[in-house]
C-alpha cells in the first residue's frame, strides 16, 4: 500500500511555476502504471528508480515533458520512495535554457538538462525525512536556476492562464491579439515555453480539467463532467479522452 502526500510551493517565487509536490511511500511494487497527459512537465525523484515505457534502463530523476498520450512507468523494487514536482503548463521554461518543447512527448533523465545540480540534489533528498526537508531541498536547488521573465513572456504565460480556463476555442483568435506579436512568431514562441502549439494546450487543459472532476466530483454523470470541462457533447468527450487516455471516462 502507498501513502500520498501533496503540498504547495513554500517560497513565493516559485509558486507561480510549480503545480504542486507529492511525496509517494509505500511497499507495494508498482508493476505498470500510466501516467497521463497533463498541461506541464513532470519531474520525479525515485529513490529506488524507475523503468518508462518498457525499456530496461533505469531512471532516477526521469522528467516527463509536455505529453498527448500516456507514457507507461515501472518501479523495481517493493519498497518505493518517490518524490514528484508538477510543473504548471509553462513552469519548467523558468529553470532551463533549452526550449520546453524539445522534451514534449519524450521522458529524459533530468541530468541531461540540469546537470551535476540535479544528481547533487538527489543524493541530498535521500537523507530527507520529511514532506517539508523535501520541499525546502528542492526550492533550495530550483530558486538558484530561477529565470526571470521578461514582459513578452509574462504575456505570453497570461495568455496561457487564460486559454487553460477557456472552453470556446473559437475565442482563441481574439485572445492571441491581447499579446503584441506576429502569429508565427507567438506561435513559435508558446510552443518554447509550453511545448506545444495552443490548440493542442487548450484540448490538453479541457482534458485534464476532465480527469479532475471525474476524481473529485463523483455525484456528476458522465455527460455533466464532458459539460463543465468545456467538450461540445457527450460523444466529442468520450472520443478524446479515449484517445488521450486509452481508455473512455469512467471505464
Known sequence: MSTYQDALPINPALSPYIETYRL???????????VLPRPGATLFFDMQGMRFNGK??????????????????????????????????????????????????????????FGAGIEELYASLQTATKLVEWIQLTETFLSSRLIEPDDITREIFRLAERL?????????????????????????RFKDLVGTDMTTYMRICRFDHAQSLL????????????????YFDPAHFSRDFKKLAGTRPGG
Open 56 to 113: 530496461e534502463e533505469v531512471l532516477r530523476t526521469p522528467l516527463i515533458g509536455f505529453s498527448t498520450y500516456p507514457i507507461h512507468c515501472a518501479t523495481i523494487t517493493e519498497d518505493r520512495t518517490c518524490f514528484v514536482i508538477k510543473f504548471n503548463a509553462y513552469g519548467l521554461s523558468r529553470f532551463i535554457s533549452t526550449s520546453v518543447d524539445k522534451f514534449t512527448n519524450r521522458v529524459i533523465d533530468a541530468a541531461t538538462i
Open 215 to 230: 476524481y473529485t466530483q463523483e455525484a456528476l454523470s458522465l455527460s455533466q463532467v464532458g459539460y463543465e470541462a468545456g
Open 24 to 34: 509517494i511511500r509505500g511497499k507495494k511494487p508498482l508493476h505498470a502504471k500510466e
Open 164 to 188: 487553460r480556463r477557456m472552453d470556446e476555442p473559437v475565442r482563441l483568435a481574439a485572445e492571441r491579439k491581447q499579446v503584441p506579436l506576429g502569429a508565427r512568431q507567438l506561435e513559435r
